[in-house]
């Protein structure tokens, strides 16, 4: 098996360096010394900043572009077909999943924290993150967005903490070795792969029992999914939530820009004051998870309580992109019922005077499997304007579309508007929106293009 420090000698290309994990791992790697190569279908300045650190990057995927690597990493976007995997297969070599060589990265630190969750990861991450690195505790971090503090979405460290993300799309996290596991929530999602709830629930029972007896698992006791798993855990634990937990947020007021202010209490006993600068009552539950890890890694209360209120967000989670003509542009990764409701009851508390949402749905399956979710999601906007579907990895079936969506959102009451091109949403928005207005793009594809070119525009 891969040995972070003993395999350094060994070559590593990855198919799909371009992406945030895997250009995450290519530039620990790098790091490290490693020579690495790594292949995309366009570039980026993930992949430009890999080649200025010295891997080889090659636009398109061939055969040829894996040279005489000793081990090839592949995301789950790549297929079976793909000409370097072929390759590398009929070359015997070694060969990972993203998941997999994660995992044995992972195993070379003794104190890996993984986030895991339906949602809030990204966020949850990125503020663990910067509570280490405040803590001078020489953490290697590796988050699923850009964060500013860390210079882009990875750090690496020399001592035995690590942070990462712990997706659960078709049980990838079981592939870890965390000594904290943090479950956020669990909620129905890529049933694509999974059966239903109950197949869900079971694989994050199975990633909370990878946690050792002498380590913590973090969860949100307002979740009763979460609830039920941490039931049957065998390790420390420690919950949090508003209405239970043994961390729990008080006296929560929000500012101007609905970002909170809480009193913490720990078993019902004051634990201290913190203030965010995220919005939201889901990123209360986010920081509570946060000093939930701090708490028992023994850092200390001002460095927890100062790395809260400063975090000012990761790219794509409520990201204010700009202003134009008195109408403010924020971008959002929200993808599914759950995350949507939380980012626009969030943005109720932000100035505004009408609140236009331009949402793109995120897979065929996704949207299919919860569309009576969906429909309902939205009761908090003016006006919703819905662009196409965002296919990622699948192919459209016709079984839905975004104008059956906008169709039954607008049966319930929403003012929903289907527009099939962005260009033509720009066209449209331009002509209802006034100087007051919160404009919202939101979605896991490329939506964010739209508040771009609006403030192009």
Do not use: W
């Not at 889901?282 to 200390?300: K, P, Q, R, W």
């Not at 949402?359 to 919703?384: C, G, I, M, W």
């Not at 009451?413 to 033509?424: A, D, H, L, M, R």
């Amino acid at each position: 098996m891969f040995e972070l420090e003993r395999d350094v000698n060994k070559k590593v290309h990855f198919i799909g360096i371009g992406g945030i994990s895997m250009s995450a791992l290519a530039e620990i790697l790098l790091e490290y010394g490693y020579n690495v190569s790594g292949s995309d279908r366009a570039s980026s300045h993930l992949t430009d900043k890999l080649s200025t650190m010295g891997a080889k990057i090659f636009i398109g995927h061939a055969a040829e572009n894996i040279g005489d690597a000793d081990i090839v990493v592949y995301t789950a976007a790549v297929k079976d077909d793909n000409p370097e995997l072929i390759a590398a297969r009929e070359k015997n070599l070694i060969i990972y999943d993203r998941a997999e060589f994660l995992g044995q990265i992972m195993k070379r630190y003794k104190k890996g924290i993984a986030i895991a969750g339906t949602h809030g990861k990204t966020t949850t991450t990125s503020l663990v993150s910067l509570m280490l690195l405040n803590a001078n505790l020489d953490a290697t971090l590796m988050v699923g967005g850009e964060v500013d503090a860390i210079g882009g979405n990875v750090k690496v460290g020399k001592s035995d903490y690590f942070v990462t993300e712990a997706c659960e799309y078709k049980e990838s996290f079981l592939k870890f070795y965390p000594y904290i596991g943090v479950i956020l929530n669990v909620d129905a999602d890529h049933l694509d792969y999974y059966r239903d709830i109950n197949h869900i629930k079971d694989a994050f029972l199975k990633f909370g029992k990878l946690i050792p007896k002498e380590g913590l698992a973090v969860g949100c006791a307002d979740d009763s999914n979460v609830l039920e798993i941490f039931e049957k855990l065998d390790c420390n634990k420690l919950t949090y939530g508003i209405k239970k937990g043994d961390f729990r947020a008080e006296n929560i007021s929000y500012d101007e820009r609905g970002c909170a202010s809480f009193t913490a209490t720990l078993n019902g006993s004051f634990y201290g004051e913190f203030k965010l600068s995220i919005p939201g009552e889901h990123n209360v539950l986010n920081s509570l998870a946060t000093i939930a890890c701090g708490h028992f890694l023994g850092i200390d209360l001002e460095t927890i309580r100062k790395s809260l209120e400063d975090f000012k967000g990761t790219h794509r989670r409520f990201e204010k992109k700009g202003e134009k003509n008195g109408v403010v542009v924020v971008d959002d990764y929200a993808h599914h019922p759950a995350e949507i409701i939380a980012t626009l009851k969030a943005a109720k508390n932000y100035p505004h005077n009408k609140i236009y949402c331009v949402f793109q749905p995120h897979t065929y399956t996704r949207t299919y499997s919860l569309f009576k979710e969906f429909s309902e999601a939205f009761y908090n906007v003016d006006e919703l304007i819905l662009a196409d579907i965002y296919a990622a990895r699948e192919k459209d079936t016709g079984l839905v579309s975004s104008k059956m969506l906008s169709d039954a959102i607008e049966k319930n009451g929403v003012k929903s508007t289907y527009i099939q091109s962005f260009e033509e949403i720009v066209e449209y928005l331009k002509t209802v929106l006034n100087p007051g207005d919160l404009l919202i793009t939101m979605g896991a594809g490329d939506v964010y293009k739209v508040g771009e070119m609006f403030l192009r525009s």
